[in-house]
């Protein structure tokens, strides 16, 4: 079962969305506002559309650089 808005196909939500408030009943079924296909936004980890979601902090305090970036700095005597 699917649902069609202005030419795009969307499928309805998958358990992880349950929650959600972009979340919206047509039809008796349910299906993502701002994503066609969410079980894709959830194949990579969290959906970043995803309300009801909290975002974890990075919990052993390491910093990404950027290594151009890193490398740029120490030229300038930063």
């Avoid at 349910?30 to 559309?49: A, D, I, L, M």
Wanted: aromatic share 6%; glycine share 8%.
């Amino acid at each position: 079962m699917s649902y069609v808005v202005n030419g795009v196909e969307c499928l309805p939500i998958v358990e992880k969305c349950e929650g959600c408030e972009r979340a919206k009943e047509v039809e008796g079924a349910k299906y993502c506002t701002s994503y066609p296909q969410p079980e894709r936004k959830w194949s990579h980890g969290v959906c970043n559309f995803a309300t009801h979601v909290k975002a974890e902090k990075d919990k052993t305090g390491k910093v990404k650089v950027n290594p151009l970036k890193a490398s740029k700095r120490a030229a300038r005597g930063r």
